[in-house]
């Protein structure tokens, strides 16, 4: 099957992903190559405005990494990786939402400097 788009981690994404036990982490990117082919609104879904977020339970933990698509890229279409968090409930941290949309402002930011 065909990837319908690419998947980045910034620094804290990356982080998150490697301080989780091996188990998890290894669930948690079979669910993001999952939903880089099918869509499915229980791995990865828009949260409000920019923000998007997989998300995948295991252990009876959620595991969330936020997300935001980079639309400068035509082909393919690029989803970047904001950070992550484990959470125990469905309810999300509205300080989460904040970060991931400073994080996305910031990426912009850089990455127009770098033109």
């Given at each position: ?16 992903l ?16 999952k ?81």
């Open positions: 099957m065909t990837e319908k788009f690419k998947v980045i981690f910034l620094e804290e994404a990356d982080d998150f490697n301080g989780l036990d091996p188990k998890s982490k290894e669930k948690i990117i079979y669910n993001i190559r939903a880089q082919v099918i869509n499915n609104n229980e791995l990865f879904k828009k949260l409000n405005g920019e923000t998007w977020e997989f998300r995948t339970l295991h252990n009876k933990s959620y595991y969330r990494l936020f997300a935001f698509w980079d639309k400068t890229e035509k082909n393919p279409s690029v989803v970047v990786s904001t950070h992550g968090l484990v959470k125990k409930t469905d309810k999300i941290p509205q300080e989460d939402l904040d970060k991931a949309d400073r994080i996305r402002k910031i990426y912009y930011e850089q990455k127009t400097k770098k033109k």
